[in-house]
């Protein structure tokens, strides 16, 4: 099983600051996945493919990465981000999921 | 438009069957890939399975001597069956396309 391990845990931001999560994956995978979910809500598709933008996905969200270490950044942070992130891969079965970050604003 | 809705009980008494429906529209099953993912209250999210286009199954492996995963095409419904189940699997159960979701349904295994 690939273990995807993230940073921070929890991390918290001023408005219009650039904020940074990472995932490692414990084994190369090909793509990395971003979703948001806030509290008591669904998750939501970020990213896919490791830097295509979902659907109606403000563009101020973008994704990077390969190998083993993938990123997920918000280039002005805003109020309505605040949120918990998971990062996840589907190179391999079982599919996993990070963690979590947990992204609050100051 | 893609919706994908969960029904099933909310209380699941310890050693039991849990029997889970997520009834699908706007896209065919056939065509597209459905997941179960589940998350625990106040915890993360993980892998339950899926079933694919095809009518193939995948399962988490900590959860596949317990789990099984169909589809009624000509109802547009997917169905999970977990058996034995403890405390530990009292999660919300969410049904998936991963670029749409359901709304879950919270499932609490308790006597």
């Known amino acids: 099983e690939i273990v995807l391990t993230q940073s921070p845990t929890t991390t918290a931001a001023s408005p219009g600051e650039k904020v940074t999560i990472t995932c490692l994956a414990s084994?190369?995978?090909?793509?990395m996945y971003w979703y948001q979910q806030k509290s008591g809500a669904s998750p939501k598709l970020l990213i896919y493919?490791?830097?295509s933008l979902a659907s109606g996905v403000p563009d101020r969200f973008s994704g990077s990465g390969s190998g083993t270490s993938y990123s997920l950044t918000i280039n002005t942070m805003e109020a309505e981000d605040a949120a918990t992130y998971y990062c996840q891969q589907w190179s391999s079965n079982p599919l996993t999921f990070g963690s979590g970050t947990k992204l609050e604003i100051k | 438009q893609v919706q994908l809705k969960e029904s099933g009980p909310g209380l699941v008494q310890p050693s039991q069957t849990l029997s889970l429906t997520c009834t699908v529209s706007g896209f065919s099953l056939t065509s597209n890939s459905v997941h179960w993912v589940r998350q625990p209250p106040g915890k993360g999210l993980e892998w339950v399975g899926a079933?694919?286009?095809?009518?193939?199954?995948d399962y988490n492996s900590a959860l596949k001597s317990r789990l099984s995963i169909s589809r009624d095409t000509s109802k547009s419904q997917v169905f999970l069956k977990m058996n034995s189940l403890q405390t530990e699997d009292t999660a919300i159960y969410f049904c998936?396309?991963?670029?749409?979701w359901g709304q879950g349904t919270l499932v609490t295994v308790s006597s």
């Open positions: 493919s490791t830097s």
């Open positions: 998936t396309l991963y670029d749409y």
């Open positions: 084994s190369s995978v090909s793509n």
């Open positions: 079933i694919w286009s095809g009518g193939s199954t």
